[in-house]
């Protein structure tokens, strides 16, 4: 069985959308393909969760120990969902972090953003005005700068993400001292591990565990007690099992075993159902024998993300 219930679990990250304004070099979104013999198929802008399916999926009296709801998926902009305010005010008793490259929506949509205070909001701000574009390509720095700007003066709480570039290393002190002035209540810098195209990542070492254990089961600073909800409503231990590419090699392993695949998913079960379930006990029998567990959760190959708080 797997080790965490749902009544155990600090944390949840959901993917709301599968649409996006931006188009990032190394983003899973760019070169997405759907191989012929794919067992597992989410397409890119065609589907969300809706505020009804969040209140049928998560049964909000069960959550014993959740406080954080990170909408933060493998393909989705969260804040171009047109229900994400309803949706927060709806988990008011949460906190929830919202990752967003801050370009999309217009200054009233900001202003009733920054209204709810249980939201932090993640900007993806890779640079200033002359580097952000190099990776968050079609994010508008005026816009972006608007935004942002709009949100805090009306009361919002936000942190800015940096993820850190061969491109603009040399601009992370200048936008640290500038996110202090512009009212950003957290700084914090990525150094990536994914495969990057197009910019080159800076490197950082990170030490490997002595064997596989699993990080979306324990507290950590990267997914603590959680699971991952993506846009179709399939539910997956992390992000990482449930890549486009991942999904499908862990289909494979997987095959038909639980009858079909869509087994863990919310439209045909519930989260406490699925989580108990045979297809997660299995997962959790065999972790080692899947390629993303060892790569990230033995040989620790993830994302090293520092928060400074001001
Ligand atoms: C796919 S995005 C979805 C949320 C939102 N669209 C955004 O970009 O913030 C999920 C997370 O991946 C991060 N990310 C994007 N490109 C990355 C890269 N090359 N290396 C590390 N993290 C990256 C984003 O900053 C965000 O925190
Ligand atoms: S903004 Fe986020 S989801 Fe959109 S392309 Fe960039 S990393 Fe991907
Ligand atoms: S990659 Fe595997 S071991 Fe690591 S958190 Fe995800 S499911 Fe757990």
């Not at 990776?135 to 009306?154: A, G, P, S």
């Amino acid at each position: 069985m797997w080790p965490i219930s749902i009544n155990e679990i600090k944390r949840l990250q959901i993917e709301l959308t599968t649409f996006c304004n931006a188009d990032c070099p190394s983003c899973e979104r760019r070169n997405y393909t759907i191989e012929n013999d794919a067992i597992y198929v989410k397409p890119l802008n065609n589907s969300e969760i809706s505020l009804k399916n969040i209140k049928e999926w998560l049964p909000l009296d069960k959550f014993h120990s959740l406080r954080e709801i990170h909408f933060c998926g493998n393909v989705d902009e969260p804040t171009l969902h047109n229900e994400l305010i309803s949706i927060c005010k709806y988990l008011k008793d949460f906190d929830v972090w919202i990752s967003t490259n801050g370009g999309t929506k217009n200054r009233l949509f900001w202003t009733e953003l920054a209204k709810l205070k249980n939201v932090l909001v993640i900007f993806g701000i890779d640079g200033l005005e002359d580097t952000n574009h190099l990776y968050r390509q079609n994010v508008k720095w005026k816009k972006l700068e608007d935004n942002y700007t709009t949100f805090i003066r009306e009361g919002g709480n936000a942190a800015w993400q940096f993820i850190v570039f061969e491109h603009n290393k040399h601009q992370i002190d200048i936008c640290r001292d500038l996110s202090v002035r512009e009212g950003f209540k957290w700084f914090n810098t990525v150094y990536s591990t994914r495969e990057n195209h197009e910019v080159e990542a800076v490197p950082k070492d990170r030490e490997k565990n002595k064997c596989i254990r699993c990080k979306a089961t324990y507290d950590n600073k990267e997914l603590k007690e959680s699971f991952y909800i993506d846009a179709l409503g399939t539910v997956w231990p992390c992000c990482w099992m449930a890549t486009n590419y991942q999904s499908n090699v862990v289909a494979k392993q997987i095959g038909y075993r639980f009858g079909h695949y869509l087994s863990h998913n919310l439209k045909y079960d519930s989260l406490e159902n699925i989580v108990q379930g045979d297809m997660f006990a299995f997962l959790w029998k065999n972790l080692s024998k899947f390629e993303v567990c060892n790569t990230h959760c033995l040989h620790n190959i993830s994302d090293t993300i520092t928060w400074h708080g001001m």
